[in-house]
């Protein structure tokens, strides 16, 4: 993990741009332009913007056997999770686990639900309710925030945490060798380690390259 830039010095962890990786670009820009109805830029054969709230996601072509996917979280209005839920429910196939198309983490206080793009990346919805970001309108793609999570996937989960924590991130809540939250409730490293089977996902965690800049702290290149 390479980090460029400055120090922390936010009380709150904001990722302003995320860079990933794919053999599918065409296909998800298409997705996320007319499929869910969300705002394409800068749309070239060698990258588009997908504007996330205040976060920008640039997806970029690779060459590989393998195609890259990630797992990244949308935070929402804490009072539109069930407007959310239709909204893509009416767009994609929602992902279960045991019978289920959404949770609550009685931990986070927080509801999700979670579906799967044209190139395998698991896209969570999520409301915090512990954070006052209450909507006082019906819920469109307007209303997804900004970029709260993103997987970090490694072989030694402990050892990135000690790094993460060097530039000046924090754990947030309980950590163990194989899954562990760095930030805070507004944006987090799910840092877990590889081969683990992601939530409400039959697909088992992979290393692939990608860049995430924080506010305050700089950009991380990762894989």
Known sequence: MESVGGDAGEDRMMIEELQLYTTRLEDLKHFYRDTLGMKVSNATDQAFNLQVGRTKMIFKPCETDHEPFYHVAWLIPTNRFK?????????????REEHRDETYSDNWDSHSLYFEDPAGNIIELIAHHRIQNESDHDFSTQDILQVCEVGLVTEDVLS??????QIGLTRWGEVNDTFAPVG????????????RTWFFSTQKAEIYPLE?????VGKLRIG
Not at 83 to 95: N, T
Not at 160 to 165: A, D, F, H
Not at 184 to 195: E, Q
């Open 160 to 165: 990135t945490v000690n790094e993460l924590q």
């Open 212 to 216: 995430v800049s924080i506010h305050g």
């Open 184 to 195: 805070d409730v507004h944006g987090l490293f799910i840092v877990v380690k590889k081969d």
């Open 83 to 95: 407007e959310a839920k239709q909204w893509a429910a009416s767009c994609v196939v929602l992902s």
